[in-house]
């Protein structure tokens, strides 16, 4: 055979394989192993060398539970190494039952073969705080259900759980302010969108579609000092929030109006609110309506409003004989559910200096009780409430988190020991958060 | 994502397809070039007379007459049993060369006439000037001892070899391309297999 025939059957042969095996794809294939049977959804973390971490979710469906794969594929022109991380969940909830993570080379081309080996957690209470995303330090947390949850705080941050995935969502000066604002409040509406709160007058509203606005304040003729918002609830376009000044520590409300797109500022003492005397700063709102809200703050200071112009002060009494006044609590929390009866509250004694206050209606006056139902004190501040019926409440404070019913409040054991600045009950469980911890836990029913 | 895959393998599908289509198609091109050794046997007889190996000579010039029977052949293996000193058998050839062409060139007759004469001579009573010529009788060839030029005979044998050579040509490189596509189809089609990304398989764009 002459040698040019040999050439010629070496080269058809390398460009014939070429041409089939150009048609492989460039994906990197990532098995996984040891995944919980129990998995509902799986969260990818993935990234070239030193960029930005992407994600994706596979749904269910969009995986078996014996032979769990899914493939990532790179841009063509990039070598490096693919680095992955994956979070294995169940029931939409951000505790992962397993995780693991796996490198690729880039260099090669056609399929490239991963394998993620995958850990068992325990699944609850966990920390949430598994994910290669920025956790908000300060973190204050809000569950519409839970594929919807919402973690902000310190720098404007926020933090998305969607029910797969995390996603950080940086909010540009523009809408975050400058200095940017630390976050002190977060609350959805039936709408679909998303209000934050914070210091520096900052108040933003994220549409359903997730386009920010930072709403535009309206002092009127009140002297502009900077507002710290530290409550909000908002629904059908219209928000209320709560607030305070740092320099004098006076009370305000915000309403904010879609018809007008600003959010009016009004001193507690000063019209059209007019109650003169008590405006102490407020820490938060809550209403089973709109017009019906409870806003609670310093020395023991609690209003209702009850539609127009119509805010009245609601007293609290020290105990259950509802005779004296209490000294001075400072109210960190309220639930409101239309009754009376419903509406809860929490606080710390002694001007925010001594143990926790649990606030309940008992059918004649709302009175404190600084002891849970085995007649302890509380360790110290009591900071939120949330309901997750109002016969059924979580309450946290420092070093202690209440399941707070009937009987009475009664404290959960076996949460790390902090300061759980935030609570957020759903209907199985609820969620806490200390500094940038995010904790779940689910409760008995 | 999964549509898209889909047609990615309509698409590869296709093009290995197409790819085997060709290679068959060359495949069967090359069925008519299946390489003819007369004309290599034959040389090889003559190298071998050169070298007085009379007896391999005979052994190719016998291969090469059951691929094609030309006569001249058989007065070569003739001309070879009598440098031999075979005569018996050398002049069994000679007859068989004139039986096979009954009308030979006038010089190749005469000169077989001849080695006729000479062979009967042998056998009778063998001489040392006999063997002497025998000796000095050049190889075979297929030209002439005096004008150089080529014989009739010999000039239908190298037309015959050309021909054969050229689609020995064409079927070592059809060959060599049918074998190139097919090696690389396979060794293609192996590794798209080993690439083939699991069905249903979802791929998250980065």
């Known amino acids: 055979m002459p040698k040019h025939a040999g050439l010629a059957t070496v080269t058809l042969a390398l460009s014939s394989a070429l041409s089939i095996v150009s048609c492989g794809e460039h994906v990197v294939v990532v098995d996984l192993v040891n995944l919980s049977a129990e998995t509902s959804s799986v969260a990818a973390y993935y990234r070239i060398d030193t960029d930005a971490y992407h994600a994706s979710a596979l749904q269910s469906g969009q995986f078996q539970i014996s032979s769990p794969v899914f493939g990532i594929r790179p841009p063509s022109s990039r070598d490096g190494t693919l680095a992955v991380q994956v979070f294995a969940y169940k029931n939409n909830l951000p505790c992962a039952l397993n995780k693991g993570s796996t490198e690729a080379k880039l260099s090669t081309a056609g399929?490239?073969?991963?394998?993620?080996?995958?850990?068992?957690?325990?699944?609850?209470?966990?920390?949430?705080?598994?994910?290669?995303?920025?956790?908000?330090?300060?973190?204050?947390?809000?569950?519409?259900?839970?594929?919807?949850?919402?973690?902000?705080?310190?720098?404007?941050?926020?933090?998305?759980?969607?029910?797969?995935?995390?996603?950080?969502?940086?909010?540009?000066?523009?809408?975050?302010?400058?200095?940017?604002?630390?976050?002190?409040?977060?609350?959805?509406?039936?709408?679909?969108?998303?209000?934050?709160?914070?210091?520096?007058?900052?108040?933003?509203?994220?549409?359903?579609?997730?386009?920010?606005?930072?709403?535009?304040l309206d002092f009127g003729s009140l002297n502009q000092l900077p507002v710290t918002w530290t409550g909000v609830y908002a629904e059908s376009g219209t928000a209320y929030l709560s607030g305070t000044t740092d320099s004098d520590a006076q009370g305000y409300i915000g309403i904010y109006s879609a018809a007008t797109g600003k959010v009016t500022v009004n001193q507690v003492d000063k019209a059209p609110i007019n109650l003169s005397g008590s405006s102490y700063g407020l820490y938060a709102v809550d209403c089973s309506s709109l017009n019906d809200c409870w806003y609670v703050g310093e020395r023991s200071l609690v209003i209702h409003y009850t539609g127009g112009t119509n805010y009245g002060l609601v007293g609290i009494k020290n105990d259950a004989t509802c005779g004296s006044p209490p000294s001075d609590i400072s109210l960190r929390g309220v639930y409101a559910n239309g009754t009376l009866s419903s509406v809860k509250m929490v606080g710390t004694g002694n001007a925010g200096g001594g143990t926790g206050r649990f606030i309940a209606h008992n059918g004649t006056c709302f009175f404190a009780n600084d002891k849970d139902q085995s007649s302890s004190f509380t360790p110290g501040s009591l900071l939120a409430i949330s309901g997750r019926r109002p016969d059924d409440l979580i309450v946290s404070g420092k070093d202690a988190i209440y399941r707070w019913r009937a009987s009475g409040a009664a404290l959960l054991t076996g949460y790390e020991k902090g300061t759980w600045q935030s609570a957020s009950a759903l209907s199985g469980g609820f969620f806490a958060t200390q500094a940038s911890q995010i904790l779940y836990s689910d409760l008995a029913p | 994502m999964l549509s898209r895959n889909n047609v990615f393998v309509q698409r590869c599908n296709r093009s290995i397809l197409y790819s085997s289509i060709i290679a068959l198609w060359v495949l069967l091109g090359t069925g008519s070039a299946l390489a003819d050794d007369f004309d290599s046997l034959f040389r090889r007889g003559m190298n071998l007379y050169q070298k007085k190996d009379f007896e391999g000579a005979i052994e190719a010039f016998q291969s090469a007459y059951k691929l094609h029977q030309f006569p001249r052949v058989l007065l070569n293996m003739a001309q070879v049993y009598r440098k031999m000193g075979n005569a018996q058998q050398a002049l069994d050839f000679y007859q068989q060369y004139l039986k096979a062409e009954p009308n030979p060139p006038p010089k190749i007759k005469l000169d077989v006439e001849q080695y006729i004469i000479q062979t009967k001579a042998m056998l009778e009573a063998p001489s040392l000037q006999a063997e002497e010529d025998r000796r000095r009788e050049p190889a075979p060839t297929g030209y002439d001892k005096q004008t150089g030029q080529m014989m009739p005979w010999y000039v239908e044998v190298q037309e015959a070899q050309n021909k054969r050579k050229k689609k020995l040509l064409i079927g070592i490189i059809s060959g060599s391309i049918a074998a190139g596509i097919i090696i690389g189809v396979g060794v293609g089609v192996g590794l798209h297999y080993r690439n083939k990304l699991p069905d249903g398989l979802t791929i998250f764009e980065y």
Do not use: M
């Open chain 1, 111 to 216: 399929k490239i073969n991963a394998t993620a080996v995958l850990d068992v957690i325990p699944f609850a209470p966990c920390k949430a705080n598994d994910a290669p995303v920025s956790y908000p330090a300060e973190a204050i947390i809000w569950a519409g259900t839970a594929s919807n949850v919402w973690i902000v705080g310190k720098d404007a941050a926020v933090l998305r759980w969607d029910g797969t995935l995390f996603h950080n969502i940086v909010l540009p000066d523009s809408i975050a302010g400058t200095p940017r604002a630390t976050w002190k409040a977060v609350r959805g509406d039936s709408q679909g969108n998303t209000w934050l709160v914070g210091d520096h007058d900052s108040a933003v509203r994220i549409d359903a579609a997730g386009n920010p606005t930072r709403l535009a």
